[in-house]
């Protein structure tokens, strides 16, 4: 059994780590990634199941995914309707690439949503306009974009 944890944090009601033994408690069979990105396959969890797990407040509109490598994706929660965890191969092999535990956004903008080696979500709660932010990803801004705003003035 793997021995990863993945932080779940932010807009929830109870953050939590997310670890193998709870995904596999998650994982009542209903999602086979293969029906929904075709050529992946394996165990894994749904991202509504895991988010459900903490409970999200009324006002969260986006997720924060980080990755190993300070890569991270900032989806909305619109996008994330059929979004899953991978966490195994088949015969309880791990990941190739991305493991131990990867992104699918079959819905998303982007394929680059995908993000691998996740080791925090972190649910937001934008508000106003901010709320209906596209996704976004990128390797981690070393610049706030107050600091930004100040440098272009
Ligand atoms: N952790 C992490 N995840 C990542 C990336 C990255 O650099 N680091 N790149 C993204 C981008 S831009 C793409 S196109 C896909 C590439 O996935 P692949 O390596 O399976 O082809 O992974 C996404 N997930
Ligand atoms: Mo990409």
Same mark, same amino acid.
């Given at each position: 059994?793997?021995?990863?944890?993945?932080?779940?944090?932010?807009?929830?009601?109870?953050?939590?780590?997310?670890?193998?033994?709870?995904?596999?408690?998650?994982?009542?069979?209903?999602?086979?990634?293969?029906?929904?990105?075709?050529?992946?396959?394996?165990?894994?969890?749904?991202?509504?199941?895991?988010?459900?797990?903490?409970?999200?407040?009324? #006002?969260?509109?986006?997720?924060?995914?980080?990755?190993?490598?300070?890569?991270?994706?900032?989806?909305?929660?619109?996008?994330?309707?059929?979004? +899953? +965890?991978?966490?195994?191969?088949?015969?309880?092999?791990?990941?190739?690439? #991305?493991?131990?535990?990867?992104?699918?956004?079959?819905?998303?903008?982007?394929?680059?949503?995908?993000?691998?080696?996740?080791?925090?979500?972190?649910?937001?709660?934008?508000?106003?306009?901010?709320?209906?932010?596209?996704? =976004? +990803?990128? +390797?981690?801004?070393?610049? =706030?974009?107050?600091?930004?705003?100040?440098?272009?003035?």
């Amino acid at each position: 059994m793997g021995n990863w944890r993945v932080k779940v944090v932010g807009a929830v009601e109870s953050p939590y780590e997310l670890t193998e033994e709870i995904a596999n408690r998650m994982n009542d069979g209903s999602v086979r990634p293969e029906e929904r990105v075709p050529g992946v396959d394996g165990k894994a969890v749904s991202l509504k199941a895991v988010l459900g797990y903490a409970v999200l407040t009324r #006002g969260a509109t986006h997720v924060r995914f980080i990755a190993a490598d300070e890569f991270q994706a900032d989806i909305p929660l619109k996008e994330l309707e059929q979004a +899953f +965890f991978l966490y195994q191969r088949q015969e309880g092999r791990p990941l190739e690439r #991305g493991g131990p535990l990867r992104l699918y956004v079959p819905d998303g903008s982007s394929n680059c949503l995908n993000v691998k080696s996740v080791t925090e979500v972190q649910v937001v709660a934008r508000e106003k306009e901010d709320a209906d932010r596209s996704a =976004s +990803f990128g +390797f981690r801004q070393t610049l =706030s974009p107050d600091t930004l705003r100040l440098k272009h003035r």
